[in-house]
């Protein structure tokens, strides 16, 4: 069965220090997704992008955010200087289309700023 | 989105019956009921979804009420992988052809002991 995946499984990075989360969304989804649980607390919405541009942004998603769709394959997440609190577990989905009722969730990479 | 009640936690016996109740008193007439669950710092995984009838697949049945105010997720036959945290979640699916964010509240723990 088609899977979303996401590397590095853990990150461990300085405060301040710029890192990249990469993920493979489901081959013939259109529709890509981060959103971030920091530990004990609920899964947010960051960011949505379709069609290489972004759909839907959070308040959370600020200026220190990106995300890009280098190669076709990956999408990725990028965070240009890393502050403590976004420590957190950042999950990638992706949906088939804009009629799809169902979002496929990777297994998350946890990132730890320190 | 219209919000969601739903208990903090829940306990099954290993094999029986797990009824999962969910309010949305405030649903409205295009806003669908999704439920998801998320096993332990797991991604989120996709259980079923509904407009207004009962609907069943291979993990689980949906039950709406007819006023479309409560639900409930069943798990018929709960094992102890079934153990997670449970979400309700009521939405649009899309809007201007695209698809939309799901917004996770805090879910039920739902224990399933042996």
């Known amino acids: 069965e088609p899977e979303v995946t996401q590397t590095p499984s853990h990150q461990v990075t300085q405060m301040g220090q710029e890192v990249i989360l990469r993920c493979v969304p489901i081959?013939?989804?259109?529709?890509f997704y981060w959103y971030r649980q920091i530990l004990g607390q609920k899964v947010e919405f960051l960011v949505s992008?379709?069609?290489?541009?972004?759909?839907?942004k959070s308040e959370i998603f600020d200026d220190q955010f990106s995300v890009e769709r280098p190669d076709g394959s990956n999408f990725t997440l990028k965070i240009r200087s890393t502050k403590l609190e976004d420590s957190a577990m950042y999950f990638c989905?992706?949906?088939?289309?804009?009629?799809?009722?169902?979002?496929?969730f990777g297994p998350g990479t946890r990132l730890t700023v320190t | 989105d219209a919000k969601t009640t739903q208990p903090t936690s829940m306990d099954c016996a290993e094999g029986r019956a797990a009824n999962l109740p969910c309010n949305h008193s405030?649903?409205?007439?295009?806003?669908?009921v999704y439920w998801y669950r998320q096993i332990h710092s797991q991604g989120p995984q996709y259980i079923i979804h509904?407009?207004?009838n009962n609907e069943t697949n291979e993990m689980a049945s949906l039950i709406i009420t007819e006023d479309r105010k409560s639900s409930t997720l069943i798990l018929p036959h709960a094992t102890l992988r079934d153990t997670a945290v449970y979400y309700c979640?009521?939405?649009?699916?899309?809007?201007?052809?695209?698809?939309?964010?799901?917004?996770f509240g805090s879910g039920t723990q739902l224990t399933v002991l042996p």
């Open positions: 509904g407009l207004k």
């Open positions: 979640i009521v939405r649009v699916p899309y809007l201007s052809g695209s698809a939309r964010q799901l917004t």
């Open positions: 992008f379709y069609n290489n541009e972004i759909s839907e």
């Open positions: 405030t649903i409205s007439g295009n806003e669908y």
């Open positions: 081959s013939n989804h259109l529709y």
């Open positions: 989905a992706s949906s088939a289309d804009s009629t799809s009722y169902e979002q496929y």
